[in-house]
């Protein structure tokens, strides 16, 4: 089957002719290889217009493999590492008939349960925890951004969210964020919030996106790349 690759934007793709009727678009897990099926009548031309038509959908499988990947889940153990934004911290287990409590101390998360609390209630209160971190730090952010880049958002929602670092709805002006952006650099979560933002001026990842992007954070691209690159969680 003859095989070639054409490269868009970021993206490379391969492209196999084979012996069909219609083109076939598909994203490989684990790695996120884009590959191409085309009739062999097909010009190389026509094959990059259709992947371009395809692009969002495109980037979007990418990133739900590149996050699926990145999470490594935690078994809330005496001494693990877990990260507070980008710094991490080890783990310490305590045990008292109180409320419970999550705290950082120099180098320590320390998280204080009712004696017995099993993996899941560890694990739920400290998404609690990241939660309302995002909660006291976000909102700042947002009113700032609001004044230089001219929109409002009407509500912000966190919670954890399996594939996606933020959605926005664009009709009812509401950004929601993923929990787990508490655990990244500071920077990863404004580069989040003004990506989430700045659909409410461009709902699509076209060309104006972009330069709407580089004119409210010239380094969106670094950070995106730090966000991408990020193991801890």
Known sequence: MPKTRIDIDDISVDVIFKNIKNIHLSV?????IVRVSAPGYLKLESIREFVIS????????????KFRARQTPS?????????VWGKG??????????????????????????PGADQNKKRAVVDAWY?????????????NREK?????????FVRR??????????????????TDLARRPLECLEYIIVHEMTHLLEPSHNRRFKLLMDSFLPGWRQYRDMLNRSQVG
């Open 54 to 65: 395809k692009l969002n959908w495109i980037r979007k499988q990418t990133d739900k493999l």
């Open 131 to 143: 939660r309302d971190e995002i909660k006291n730090v976000a909102p700042s952010i947002i009113v």
């Open 148 to 156: 230089s880049m001219g929109v409002r958002v009407e509500k912000l």
């Open 161 to 178: 969210m399996k594939t996606r670092w933020g959605t926005c709805n664009v009709r009812k002006g509401t950004i929601r964020l993923n």
């Open 28 to 32: 490989i897990p684990p790695d996120g």
């Open 89 to 114: 911290y080890r783990l310490s287990v305590v045990e008292k008939n109180q409320a419970p409590l999550v705290q950082l101390e120099h180098n320590r998360m320390i998280l204080t349960l009712r």
């Open 75 to 83: 078994e809330f153990l005496e001494g693990e590492n877990h990260f």
